[in-house]
């Protein structure tokens, strides 16, 4: 069974500076990966989608990296602001068995950036 | 842009109670989905459907049910509220270019 990870659990940086958020998947059969963003007490918000083919995709100061070798995702936030914290999910959507139809979630990072 | 709306944000409901929660979309998606998020657990999937009137269990189907009788809408059924169904219920459409969630409904049942 697919199973996906995000480190670090929470992650504190001023505002200005680069930062990355990592995730990785113990299963590389998968259909595409996407990045949301959630903030307290609301819903999914999509920030990236990348498919298995691709190796990256870009949304302003956002780059999400896919490398399904090494079961392997970053999201890269540039010149991060307070506007951005938030808690950040990574998600994998399997392609294949029963997996199939179903997405699954890392627990996400908790992005708190001071002003 | 693809909306999924559910219809409440926050609701109270007694143990025993029969609730509803429903979700809508306007994009003619053919897959939707129910999750729940609770602290230390992440989101798991309740129920799917890929088809109008047909439906899949996921992880944590146990004391929920589901209703798709047009695409549109996909309804999650409490069909006796426990405490421990206390959660953030969230909703989802599936098309090629990703998943869409809804808002969420906080449910609490005292």
């Known amino acids: 069974k697919q199973e996906v990870t995000q480190i670090p659990a929470a992650l504190s940086v001023p505002e200005g500076e680069n930062l990355v958020l990592n995730c990785s998947f113990t299963d590389s059969a998968i259909y595409n990966l996407q990045w949301f963003r959630q903030d307290p007490g609301k819903g999914l918000t999509s920030l990236l989608l990348?498919?298995?083919?691709?190796r990256e995709q870009t949304s302003g100061r956002l780059n999400a990296s896919l490398d399904k070798s090494s079961g392997r995702s970053t999201l890269y936030i540039a010149a991060s602001q307070p506007g951005d914290s938030a808690t950040y999910l990574c998600a994998v959507h399997d392609a294949s068995g029963a997996g199939s139809y179903q997405l699954t979630f890392g627990k996400g990072t908790k992005l708190s950036v001071i002003p | 842009d693809v909306k999924v709306t559910q219809s409440s944000r926050y609701l109270v409901k007694r143990t025993g109670e029969k609730v509803f929660l429903e979700c809508v979309q306007d994009m003619d998606h053919e897959n939707m989905f129910w999750y729940r998020q609770d602290p230390g657990l992440g989101l798991r999937l309740i129920y799917f459907s890929y088809d109008v009137k047909m439906k899949e269990k996921g992880d944590i189907p146990e004391g929920y049910s589901v209703s798709r009788e047009k695409k549109e809408r996909f309804s999650l059924i409490l069909e006796s509220a426990s405490t421990n169904q206390t959660s953030m219920y969230l909703c989802?459409?599936?098309?090629?270019?990703?998943?869409?969630f809804g808002s969420g409904t906080r449910l609490t049942v005292v």
């Open positions: 990348i498919q298995s083919s691709q």
């Open positions: 989802a459409t599936r098309q090629d270019y990703g998943y869409t």
